[in-house]
């Protein structure tokens, strides 16, 4: 039984309180002891369900549990890793940092967004800034620091959204014809191997056997701070091993060849000054001077590559579970959310196999009679 009590005070408003677990007193005064009364039902209604949080744990600011947060977030890529704190200290701890965490009120993100929005930032950044507070919220639930999460009905702001581009293959290898000899290869492997271009960059000659053209994607290069980091690929489903198509194995085998390397850790794209390409430098040195080159819209990043195939695949009737295996994507979902408009107009092709396979069973599937005498 949890000890409690009401009491008037001097100045006439009501005090109620009860014994928390830690055996301490919680009080709050009212004007009325209805409400007293109220209150005390719903702090014991909270301790017999097991939803009870202490008041006073709310105090811890608001920067600590952002720490806290960061900390547990063990599997991120540095890259990520990176982002993610450049937004927390840039969009979240100058609002948010030294308040009490317990403190900030669902009305306090609403004005928040608004100050983003009205300081310019674009949709996608502050939706992501709002992730990442969402996150430290929800930690704090979990500690049990506060009851419940404010970040709650926060009206976003829209986010355009733009169907993602892919090149023909008459494009792929415009592109390829275009660039610069020593990168010709990393263009059809990147299109036709549907690897990212941090895989690319990632690749080493121990990777790929020629004997059987299959391609092992291993790591990944990111840069942080100005550091290139040589890890994992994005996700543990983007270590996978590929088949390339024969045209394409032939290419990279003759390129690497070229390469004349010294051993199976040598890169197999090599940043002109050695070592990994750098994916801002390589953009600027060969990869705009490329799309301008062989016509093609200069806003297309180098993810067109891999959707490129996405599209022949498609285009060729494979099945979205092989495609999200060779993406290298955890799950199909991702294949038909992303990639789902390129479906369109499959359908009506769809019907007409499913025509021919019954044209081919005619004989077992008379005409229906139009029950005219």
Do not use: C
């Not at 608001?62 to 547990?72: D, K, L, N, Q, T």
């Not at 895989?199 to 100005?226: K, M, S, W």
């Not at 197999?268 to 070592?275: K, L, M, S, V």
Request: charged share 25%; hydrophobic share 40%; glycine share 8%.
């Amino acid at each position: 039984m949890v000890a409690t009590a009401i009491d008037r005070r001097g100045n006439g408003r009501y005090r109620a309180r009860y014994r928390a677990p830690d055996g301490r007193w919680r009080s709050k005064t009212f004007d009325r002891k209805s409400d007293a009364r109220r209150w005390l039902t719903s702090e014991l209604a909270k301790l017999s369900h097991g939803d009870w949080v202490d008041p006073r744990a709310g105090e811890v600011p608001f920067e600590v549990v952002a720490e806290r947060w960061m900390a547990s977030r063990v599997a991120l890529r540095p890259s990520t890793r990176a982002r993610d704190r450049s937004y927390l200290r840039s969009l979240i701890l100058p609002r948010f940092g030294s308040v009490p965490i317990g403190a900030v009120q669902p009305s306090d993100l609403d004005a928040w967004v608004a100050d983003l929005i009205a300081h310019g930032k674009a949709p996608a950044t502050i939706h992501k800034a709002w992730q990442i507070a969402g996150g430290i919220f929800r930690l704090a639930v979990r500690d049990r620091l506060i009851p419940l999460s404010p970040a709650t009905d926060t009206e976003l702001p829209g986010v355009a959204h733009r169907e993602p581009e892919a090149l023909t293959l008459d494009e792929v290898i415009r592109l390829a014809d275009a660039i610069d000899p020593r990168y010709r290869t990393l263009i059809l492997v990147g299109a036709f191997g549907r690897l990212r271009i941090g895989e690319l960059a990632g690749l080493q000659v121990g990777d790929f056997n020629p004997a059987d053209g299959y391609l092992r994607i291993r790591r990944g290069v990111t840069h942080v701070r100005g550091h290139t980091v040589v890890g994992p690929p994005k996700t543990n489903k983007s270590i996978r091993t590929i088949a390339l198509p024969k045209t394409i194995s032939t290419h990279l085998t003759a390129h690497i060849a070229r390469l004349e390397p010294a051993g199976p850790d040598d890169w197999i794209f090599p940043a002109p000054e050695g070592g990994p390409i750098r994916y801002t430098n390589w953009v600027r040195r060969f990869w705009k001077p490329t799309l301008a080159a062989a016509g093609l819209p200069d806003h297309l990043g180098t993810h067109t590559l891999r959707r490129s195939q996405v599209a022949l695949l498609i285009a060729e009737g494979e099945h979205p579970k092989v495609i999200a295996d060779r993406l290298g994507h955890t799950s199909v979902r991702t294949v038909l959310d992303v990639y789902g408009h390129l479906y369109d107009g499959t359908d009506e092709a769809a019907a007409q196999r499913l025509e021919a396979r019954l044209r081919e069973r005619g004989k077992d599937l008379p005409p229906p009679s139009l029950g005219l005498s």
